[in-house]
């Protein structure tokens, strides 16, 4: 590089400058001897003040280096020192994970924690594992229990003995005519259920105990990635299990799984499309189709629901997912889905099926490896009980997803009326949320939203500003304009969300 003299004799004279900023900069020690940075270390411990007090003095040092900082500013951030440590105390000791508020209309939202979980779920978990439990302690017998029963026992409420009234309300018109086909009942005896850490988990339990060494055949429609590197030819892998696929990616028939099938084949998987639609050219064995080629073939059929819903979707106006019962009634000897998605309770593998290959699953050793702790055997039992009560309202997201856009749209025009900000414009729209977590991937719920624009910042800066304010706002950012939609905002927040924006605009 060439330089002229003039430039060597600036570049001295500069360096000559640092150094006397540099000067100014007090020693740790120094800083320390302050006392208010010194009452520090009562609350956060007098190693961590010192760390702190290096970080802030490095940052400064930095910032001089790299000329950002001429004398004044110096002197400026030195007179605020103590609280540039206490900032950064409160940075490196406070707490990363944080509740925030979703502003985006996505039900299930995987960044932000899926399901929030109801009151009594939070309580439960408090009474159960701040002190002592019966996790796995039978009170009756004085003997070692299984942590299993205190849900197997609900989910048996909710899936077998539902499926068995149903049974019974259709025995007399179907009895005659199974009989006289010589076809018996497709449905499980008795349907059990195990908890693992998460659906991932309860799909590699399920596979490896039923197919380890042998072959699983799928539909090449349905060899599916989720988010966070879920994929089901990799599961299968890890499984032990080979995966034979069949059909093609748009078409798949029923004839195809029969072909497949040999001696080596221990399990039909049928896995749904969470994340996407194939449309067009397209065909799937049905449900039903496959349950009678399981049953004829004596080959169990195990469907991956992902999402397994425990009420109707129906009710809210999504059809075409299928719920836990849909499936089981169908005849499906295993269904896998999360505990954390549309069942609203906390993140947990979930495996329904007849008794015996739920037995089985019981007693390989992955279980042991993959099972889920007390903090949430307490919540999902929380969650249950208020199905077997039918008390939809009492878990967080099946109340939003009940939410009508007109309750919403209400909610909107009183938010928008507390909004004292003159550069901010407002407008209530129409718009949709969505379930997420994988469920029914092309149903919308009709919803009303807040629209946003802000004179002098761009969408994108006004979600950033949301983002940053505390508790932190997450939105949705559509055609240049900011959309709230308070369908899972919890009505509590409203008055937040007004100051928040009002703040930001400020
Ligand atoms: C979400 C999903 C999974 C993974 O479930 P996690 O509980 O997140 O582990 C697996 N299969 C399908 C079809 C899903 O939708």
């Known amino acids: 590089m060439r330089s002229s003299f003039s430039s060597w004799d600036n ?43 290096r970080v802030v003095l490095a940052r400064l040092r930095q910032k001089i280096a790299s000329g950002l900082l001429r004398e004044d500013a110096v002197e400026l951030a030195l007179s605020g020192l103590a609280d540039a440590v206490e900032d950064q105390l409160r940075h490196v000791l406070g707490y990363s994970l944080r509740p925030v508020i979703n502003a985006t209309g996505v039900i299930l939202h995987t960044n932000l924690g899926r399901a929030p979980l109801g009151d009594a779920a ?31 026992r609900l989910f048996r409420r909710l899936l077998t003995e539902e499926l068995k009234s149903e049974e019974l309300k259709s025995e007399e018109v179907t009895s005659e005519k199974m009989k006289s086909a010589g076809v018996r009942s497709q449905k499980p005896a008795s349907v ?3 908890v693992v850490n998460n659906n991932a988990a309860a799909v590699l339990l399920a596979l490896n105990t039923v197919a380890e060494g042998g072959e699983v055949i799928v539909s090449r429609g349905e060899l599916v990635e989720i988010g966070g590197s879920f994929r089901i030819p990799d599961v299968m892998a890890k499984s ?6 069949v059909g093609t990616t748009n078409r798949t028939r029923t004839a195809d799984y029969e072909h497949a099938i040999t001696e080596r084949t221990r399990l039909l998987l049928r896995v749904h499309r969470s994340n996407f639609e194939i449309t067009g050219f397209t065909e799937r064995a049905s449900t039903a189709e496959l349950v009678t080629l399981a049953r004829k073939r004596a080959v169990p059929l195990m469907e991956d629901l992902g999402s397994g819903a425990l009420f109707d ?14 499936s089981l009634r169908s005849g499906v000897d295993i269904a896998t889905y999360s505990g954390d998605k549309l069942l609203g309770g906390p993140q947990a593998g979930l495996i329904s099926g007849g008794s015996e290959l739920i037995a089985r699953m019981r007693s390989n050793s992955l279980f042991r490896a993959l099972r889920a702790d007390k903090l949430i055997y307490a919540a999902l039992e929380a969650t249950l009980l208020a199905y077997v009560r039918r008390d939809y309202d009492a878990i967080p997201t099946l109340r939003m997803m009940r939410l009508t856009k007109d309750a919403i749209g209400e909610r909107a025009e009183t938010l928008a009326a507390r909004i004292a900000a003159p550069k901010l414009k407002v407008e209530i729209v129409d718009g949709e949320s969505i379930l997420g977590g994988g469920a029914a991937p092309s149903s919308v719920l009709p919803t009303r939203v807040l629209a946003l624009t802000c004179e002098g910042l761009s969408a994108d800066e006004l979600a950033a500003c949301l983002r940053g304010s505390d508790p932190a706002i997450i939105a949705r950012v559509e055609e240049g304009r900011v959309l709230l939609d308070l369908r899972t905002v919890f009505p509590e ?5 007004a100051a928040a924006l009002g703040r930001t605009v400020a």
């Open 240 to 245: 032990g299990a080979i995966l034979r696929e």
């Open 192 to 194: 059990s259920t195990i």
């Open 11 to 53: 570049l001295r004279v500069e360096t000559a400058a640092l150094s006397e900023l540099f000067r100014k900069l007090p020693s740790v020690d120094d800083v320390m001897r302050e006392p208010v940075v010194s009452s520090l270390a009562v609350s956060y411990g007098h190693d961590s003040v010192v760390d702190a007090a």
């Open 313 to 326: 979707l129906r009710s809210i106006g999504i059809n075409g997912e299928p719920g836990v019962l849909d």
């Open 122 to 152: 939070m309580e439960h978990i408090r009474e159960t594992a701040s002190s002592y439990s019966n996790l796995e302690f039978d009170l009756a017998a004085g003997v070692r229990g299984k942590r299993d029963v205190h849900v197997d």
């Open 493 to 497: 927040q409203d008055a937040a969300v």
